[in-house]
Nanobody, 125 residues
Framework: QVQLVESGGGLVQAGGSLRLSCAAS????????MGWFRQAPGKEREFVAA????????EYADSLKGRFTISRDNSKKTVYLQMNSLKPEDTAVYYC??????????????????WGQGTQVTVSS
């Protein structure tokens, strides 16, 4: 079973940037679509971004387009989330997710079948 380990979270001031990383174990990383979700205190987990196996296609939550960028390096078995112009409302635990499914789009939690433990991102005002 593939394990996912997120890193790169932390405390940042509003307007700052962070890059999250998610490293996967196993030998078939390029066989999986990948995604990022987040969960703020008292709120449901929500979709952030997803990327297809080759990295040729990406999807974003409408509210995050233009500020967040998802990418992957299959040789390093890692997916990234670059977050710019961060706002206090971006404060959340960010989760990396993996999908073994072949779908036309990936934005629902049910589209993914493995999850990391999460990394905390806190944006101060």
């Amino acid at each position: 079973q593939v394990q996912l380990v997120e890193s790169g979270g932390g405390l940042v001031q509003a307007g700052g940037s962070l890059r999250l990383s998610c490293a996967a174990s196993g030998r078939t990383f390029s066989s999986y679509a990948m995604g990022w979700f987040r969960q703020a205190p008292g709120k449901e987990r929500e979709f952030v971004a997803a990327i297809t196996r080759s990295g040729s296609n990406t999807e974003y939550a409408d509210s995050l387009k233009g500020r967040f960028t998802i990418s992957r390096d299959n040789s390093k078995k890692t997916v990234y989330l670059q977050m710019n112009s961060l706002k206090p409302e971006d404060t959340a635990v960010y989760y990396c997710a993996l999908s073994t499914y072949y779908r036309s789009t990936y934005y629902r939690q049910g589209d993914f079948d493995s999850w990391g433990q999460g990394t905390q991102v806190t944006v101060s005002s």
